[in-house]
């Protein structure tokens, strides 16, 4: 089937459905995604958005925070641009819907959380559910736009760009790399379908899943990155990996996070003998920037042997933590663990993608008609290390100002056709019976991701894993031109390509900052490494 549509949107998180819904308003919309509408990490959000709303914050702090959490990678223009667009971004959820928590003495004003690295309270959220609330209502406001059409269970697999078209001999001159659409797999009646599009947005989330211990949802397995980069789009700063310093420690609470806000709250990290020990490694204690955190648990854990370190927020009366975190108190009262009495074992996990495809300041690629919004992209907001809950915020800024700019070039599109577009080719592929490859080589990567290119590197490690991931990466190569393609395999492909696009950009830079530690070279070069690292296939 094919299907002609002037934007295509492929994902259906904030960032994408942010854009969706403005978009609208100058075109017909095609979003994809690739398992139920709802599924990725924005519904699994909990501390909130990071917005100056209160008369006692500025912008100068805000962006003063986010530039010291970025350790000097960081665009500054991009900061003060986020930052400042943070608050009509803020209103607009509201007027669409969004009921944010409200302040129980003044339910006029917004209760401002707190969380590491933010020098005031500035964190807006819906109690523990924050993006669970903000996904509900962009879904509503996208399912009642008529220019709107969303379609669940279909994985995009690779862009349709000018070099395709040009091999097959459909486009013989254009100035620029161009994408036309993309390949998608229709996961219920397994047919591929070509999705034509003016212009094409991947709006795809992150890469947690590329490591054995996440925060994330399955859908994170960095497919935007990874279908992208294959496309000829420049990639950056892939080294920068956050890890969440506290997931809950159960075998049976998969990826369960525990918000940053619990500490901002009050929460405090304890060893297993109950000694607080944050302040051994930073002034800012519990609160810290969440490399440090992380890294201080790694160390703890590493020193003690433990399996886990404990959060302790007993200190708050059970009232104030059944409120504030109705979620994270129900779930852990699932695992037997009464979180108004007893301390939370917690490990850290990988949570957030810093890098991702480079973009401008409106979400535009270096491919013509191609924008990378949300988690997938690389803005400058970030640097080495993102300040947390300034993600949401990134992606509802950046989605505004892709549709404005991609709507201006659309205006300059119409009355054009689009190129005839080849049918996928499955050559002379067959069903596969040794299913059991892709999930043998899914679990390998994750484990030497996390074993080798986690918390702490260092060369040997890295280059331990570039070995591994090679060999894959030639076994997948030859399952994937034989058999015909499944989401499983396309997954698998993906993961292996983004775990030796981190190894590579880990590999490359030389030094010690924010997300990216090495013991080979444990301190920080400003006269070498102040900039990003960038990968162009
Ligand atoms: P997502 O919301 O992940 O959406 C990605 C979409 O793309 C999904 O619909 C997925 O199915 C689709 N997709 C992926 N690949 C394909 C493909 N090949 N074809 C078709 N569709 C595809 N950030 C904050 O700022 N504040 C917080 O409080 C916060 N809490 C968090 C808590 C958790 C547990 C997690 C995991 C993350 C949290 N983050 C938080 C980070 C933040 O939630 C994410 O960075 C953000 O939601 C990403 O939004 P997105 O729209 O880019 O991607
Ligand atoms: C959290 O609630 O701790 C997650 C916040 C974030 O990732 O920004």
Redesign the pocket.
């Known amino acids: 089937m094919d299907m002609q549509t002037d934007y295509l949107v ?8 942010s854009f969706a819904i403005e978009a609208a308003k100058s075109g017909t919309v095609a979003i ?4 139920e ?1 709802m ?12 917005s100056v709303l209160d008369p006692d914050d500025s912008f100068d702090l805000h962006i003063s925070d986010t530039l010291e959490s970025g350790d000097g990678l960081c665009s500054e223009e991009i900061v003060k641009m986020v930052v400042r667009d943070g608050p009509a971004r803020i209103h607009e959820l509201i007027s669409m819907g969004v009921r944010f928590s409200r302040r129980a003495d003044d339910k006029k004003h917004l209760d401002l959380g707190r969380e590491g690295g933010h020098s005031k309270r500035r ?1 807006v ?1 819906t109690k523990d559910l ?2 669970h609330e903000v ?1 509900t209502i962009l879904l509503d406001r996208a399912e009642e736009n008529e220019n709107i059409q969303i379609f669940e269970n ?4 690779d862009l349709i760009t000018k070099s395709k078209l040009i091999k097959r001999g459909i486009i013989t001159s254009e100035a620029s790399q161009t994408c036309w659409g993309a390949y ?1 797999l229709d996961d219920e009646t397994e047919q591929i379908k070509t999705f034509l599009a003016r212009i094409t947005v991947l ?4 890469a ?1 899943k590329v490591y054995l211990y ?4 399955d ?3 960095g ?2 990155v990874a ?1 992208g980069y294959r496309a000829g789009v420049k990639v950056a700063n892939m080294e920068f990996v956050q890890f ?1 310093p506290t997931c809950l420690y159960h075998p049976l609470a998969k ?1 369960f ?1 525990i ?1 940053e ?1 619990v500490r901002g709250e009050g929460g405090v990290l304890i060893d297993s003998k109950g000694n607080r020990f944050m302040e051994k490694y930073h002034p800012l204690k519990d609160l810290a920037f969440r490399d440090i955190v992380a890294r201080s648990i790694d160390m703890e854990l590493k020193k003690s042997g433990d399996e886990c370190v404990y959060l302790d927020i007993s200190q708050r009366s059970p009232d104030f933590i059944k409120d504030r975190f109705p979620h994270i108190y129900q779930t852990c009262l699932r695992f037997q663990i009464d979180i108004s009495k007893d301390p939370i074992p917690v490990v850290p996990a990988a ?2 993608i810093c890098g991702g495809l480079l973009t401008n300041e409106n979400g535009l690629t270096n491919l013509d008609n191609l924008y990378a ?4 992209a690389c803005t400058g907001l970030h640097g080495a290390n993102r300040l ?8 509802l800024v950046l989605a505004r100002r892709a549709t404005i700019s991609s709507s201006r070039q659309l205006e300059a599109k119409r009355g054009k056709s689009f190129p005839e577009a080849p049918k996928w080719d499955p050559g002379c592929a067959t069903d596969s019976e040794e299913e059991v490859v892709v999930s043998h080589n899914w679990d390998e990567i994750r484990r030497f991701m996390w074993n080798y290119v986690g918390i702490v590197r260092t060369n040997k490690r890295l280059d331990r894993a570039r070995r591994r991931v090679d060999i894959i990466q030639e076994e997948i190569k030859e399952y994937y031109w034989n058999f015909i393609v499944t989401k499983d395999l ?1 997954e698998l492909r ?1 993961i292996a390509l983004v775990a030796e696009i981190i190894i590579s950009c880990a590999s490359l830079r030389k030094e010690s900052r924010g997300l990216h530690y090495n013991l080979d070279y444990p301190e920080k070069d400003d006269e070498h490494w102040r900039r990003d690292t960038v990968l162009w296939d």
């Open positions: 492929i994902g259906s998180g904030i960032a994408g459905l994809v995604t690739k398992k509408k599924e990725g990490s924005t519904n699994y959000a909990q501390g909130g958005i990071a964190i959220h924050t993006g996904e279909h994985m995009a697999i998608v709006a795809t989330g992150g947690g996440t925060s994330n949802p859908i994170a397995t497919d935007g279908v969440h990826n996070l918000s806000a949570h957030y919004i949300g988690e997938v947390a809950s300034n993600s949401l915020l990134e992606a396309l993906n």
